[in-house]
């Protein structure tokens, strides 16, 4: 099979060789447009995983299994259905904390342009000082109000300019690497594969709905119908506080972004997919105990072989780990009846071999 530009740099650097002619130096970084290029292998090589990685092989093994029509757990293409949470599970979210966090960050203590609430200013400080100090408070739980307010009234499309200026920006403790090529190859390879077998893949997800198709959808060509995340109200220009049953959109309406109205995690993200999918996936893939309904809701009373995937961020050298938190995710993947992946022992390379951690252990 013919290989893109971005494999033969990741071989190159792997191996200690000098960029190949016409591949971008191996001091930078994949780009976006390198990415959406990779390949995408049918039959199962999905060089940027270890050889003898048992999830690869059970992953590999359930695709060909489900996609003969000669096997009895054969899975009609209408229903070959594949859910992912995409914080570190396919993006990064330890440089040094998630995409949708830093952007808030960004807008509400950062942008001299801005001038926050005086209560999203407080929590603001709060969340940066608890990134410093990781204690065991309940912040998170209170971000997600905060992160739609400091955007409400907000266009759409100026808000996917200034996620796309935020991407451009170098996460902490990885280098060279940007937000928006943070993304972990061997998973990208995964989606692009079952998209090659006809799979309709979904990105169910904690962040933001429309952030979340800005990261994605050009990238992994996903429709925008596919991703489910987080929602906000959306508003028109002249609506005011009038309730949406009582307006009605006018000509000389836009569409402005509102406030905060589901976190989709947990029974969520449950919820979301038989709602908006409106079919039982086949395969699901997450890393953290808020995709722990939407892993369980896969495997438990199918009609169809399914299997679910769960991520161990167990690697300290190529990513920013987390040794703890991987020991107690194996533990759930365990009691669940999960298959593990080990980004340390899985994974061939994470984003390329020319990004290195530069943050301390």
């Given at each position: 099979m013919r290989r893109n530009k971005l494999y033969a740099a990741v071989m190159a650097a792997m191996i200690g060789a000098s960029c190949l002619t016409g591949v971008p130096a191996c001091s930078e970084a994949a780009t976006r447009a390198e990415i959406a290029e990779m390949e995408a292998p049918t039959d199962g090589d999905l060089y940027y995983w270890t050889e003898d990685s048992f999830a690869k092989e059970t992953l590999v093994s359930f695709v060909e299994d489900v996609t003969d029509e000669a096997s009895e757990n054969?899975?009609?293409?209408?229903?070959?259905?594949?859910?992912?949470?995409?914080?570190?599970?396919?993006?990064?979210?330890?440089?040094?904390?998630?995409?949708?966090?830093?952007?808030?960050?960004?807008?509400?203590?950062?942008?001299?342009?801005?001038?926050?609430?005086?209560?999203?200013?407080?929590?603001?400080?709060g969340?940066?000082?608890?990134?410093?100090?990781?204690?065991?408070?309940?912040?998170?739980?209170?971000?997600?109000?905060?992160?739609?307010?400091?955007?409400?009234?907000?266009?759409?499309?100026?808000?996917?300019?200034?996620?796309?200026r935020f991407m451009e920006t170098p996460v902490e403790g990885l280098a060279p690497l940007k937000w928006g090529e943070a993304f972990y190859l061997p998973m990208i390879q995964v989606m692009k594969y079952l998209q090659a077998n006809d799979f309709k893949v979904y990105v169910i997800s904690g962040t933001?709905?429309?952030?979340?198709?800005?990261?994605v959808c050009d990238l992994l060509d996903i429709?925008?119908?596919?991703?489910?995340?987080?929602?906000?109200?959306?508003?028109?220009?002249?609506?005011?506080?009038?309730?949406?049953?009582?307006?009605?959109?006018?000509?000389?309406?836009?569409?402005?972004?509102?406030?905060?109205?589901?976190?989709n995690l947990k029974m969520n993200k449950v919820s979301a997919i038989v709602r908006e999918i409106g079919r039982k996936p086949v395969l699901a893939f997450g890393n953290?105990?808020?995709?722990?309904?939407?892993?369980?809701?896969?495997?438990?009373?199918?009609?169809?072989?399914?299997?679910?995937?769960?991520?161990?961020?167990?690697?300290?050298?190529?990513?920013?780990?987390?040794?703890?938190?991987?020991?107690?995710?194996?533990?759930?993947?365990?009691?669940?009846?999960?298959?593990?992946?080990?980004?340390?022992?899985d994974f061939a390379t994470i984003y390329g071999e020319n990004v290195t951690r530069t943050a301390k252990p």
């Open positions: 054969f899975i009609p293409v209408a229903d070959r259905v594949a859910v992912f949470d995409m914080d570190g599970t396919f993006l990064c979210e330890t440089a040094p904390f998630y995409f949708d966090h830093m952007l808030f960050l960004k807008r509400a203590l950062h942008d001299p342009n801005y001038t926050p609430s005086k209560e999203d200013k407080e929590f603001a400080l969340l940066e000082k608890w990134l410093k100090n990781r204690d065991s408070s309940d912040i998170l739980s209170q971000s997600a109000p905060h992160q739609s307010s400091v955007f409400a009234g907000t266009s759409y499309a100026d808000y996917e300019a200034y996620a796309k933001e709905r429309e952030l979340s198709r800005i990261l429709p925008t119908e596919r991703v489910i995340g987080t929602d906000i109200k959306t508003l028109a220009t002249h609506q005011g506080e009038t309730d949406g049953l009582q307006y009605t959109y006018q000509r000389d309406d836009s569409l402005i972004r509102g406030g905060f109205v589901i976190k953290s105990s808020g995709d722990s309904a939407m892993l369980n809701y896969t495997i438990n009373g199918n009609k169809y072989r399914s299997a679910a995937f769960f991520l161990l961020c167990d690697d300290l050298e190529r990513e920013i780990g987390n040794l703890n938190k991987a020991a107690k995710c194996k533990e759930l993947a365990d009691t669940y009846g999960w298959i593990p992946v080990s980004m340390r022992d």
